[in-house]
C-alpha cells in the first residue's frame, strides 16, 4: 500500500520541478553577430542624422560606451578638451560617416572620423622625371574636425537589432528628437530644463543655456565693475514700454539679473539658483610677449649679453644711408 503512495508522490514533484525548471529556464548566452545583422546595422546607422547628448573631444581620443557607462567621464574629459578642443557639444546635430565591426566593439564616427581619408583617385601616382607626383593632391588645410565612440561588449560583438544598438547608443546619441532645442533639453537639469522651457534666466547658468532660454541679446555692453574691478558682460533683452532684462556674466557665468519692470520695479536676483559641473576651457596661447626659452639669438656660445647694448626693439629716428662700394682698382674714373 505504501510504494504506490510513495511513487505517486514522486510522480508530482518530478512533475512540478519540471514545470518550475520550464518556467525560469537558464539564459542562454548571445550568439554571436551575423553577417546580415552586420549589413542591417550599417544601413540603418551609415549617413544617419542624430543629436548629441555628451561632449566629444577632437582628437585622436574618443570615448567609449561600455554597460550604458562612457569613459573617460566628465573629470578626465577635461584636461583632453582643454588640450584639443571639444568636436561637437550637448545638442549638436551629428552625422554618423561610418560604422565598423572590430573585435569586440562596434566603432561610430561621426562627421568624418578624427582622421581625414582620402578618395580612391588620391592614392594614384604618375611617375615622372621629377618623381611620383599625385593626379589629385590632397588640401594640406583640411583638417579633421570630427569624432568617435565605440560600443564595447564582453569577449565579442552579440547579434543585436538595430533597435536595440539604438537603445544601447542612448547615453551619446539621441535618434529620436525632433529639434535641437529637444535634444539640448534632454543633456541639462530639470531645473534648467524648466526655466528653458519658460524663457527664464536662472543665477548659475552659462552663456549656451541663456541663449536656449531668450535667444541671442540684441545688444550686449562689457564693463568693469567698480568696486571689485571684475571685468562683466551684460546682455540686455527688451525695451521699453515692455519688461527689460539685464543678465550680467563673469566669464561664462550668470553672476546677476536685473529685470525692470513697466511698473518701475527693480527686481535683482543675486543668489546662485542652479549648480553646474564646471564646463572645461580650451588652452589659448599665451600673448604676454615675453621671450621664449630656447629662442635663436647672434651671440656665439658662452657669449654674455652686452650691458650697455640697450634692450633689442624697433629702431626710432632716422637711419643712416649706407656709404656707396668703393671702385675697384686700375678701374677708369667715371666721366
Known sequence: MKLPYLSAVLSCLLFGLSLAVADDPKPSPSAHITNQTRVEIIRAFTSELVYLRTTFPMGQRGLVLKNGTISPNAEQLQPIIALYGPAAKPGDQAILSAVLFKGDRIHFEINGGPVKKKKWYQHIMIEGAGGDVPIAPGDSTDNPHGSFVDVEFDHYIPDLTPQQLKDLLRPVFDFNSKSVLEAYLETVPPKVKEAIQHHRVLVGMNREMVI???????????????????????????????????????????????????????????????????????????????????????????????PSMPPTSAPTGPVAPMPPPSPPPNSPAPQ
Open 212 to 306: 536656449y532660454a531668450k535667444g541671442r541679446a540684441p545688444r550686449k555692453t562689457r564693463e568693469k565693475d567698480s568696486d571689485t574691478d571684475e571685468a562683466y558682460e551684460e546682455w540686455i533683452y527688451g525695451e521699453p514700454p515692455q519688461d527689460v532684462d539685464f543678465v550680467r556674466f563673469v566669464e561664462d557665468t550668470v553672476v546677476r539679473v536685473e529685470t525692470m519692470k513697466v511698473t518701475g520695479e527693480k527686481i535683482i536676483r543675486t543668489e546662485k539658483e542652479v549648480d553646474l559641473p564646471s564646463q572645461p576651457k580650451v588652452a589659448k596661447e599665451d600673448d604676454s610677449g615675453g621671450r621664449p626659452p630656447g629662442a635663436p639669438s647672434l651671440r656665439r656660445p658662452g657669449e654674455a649679453p652686452d
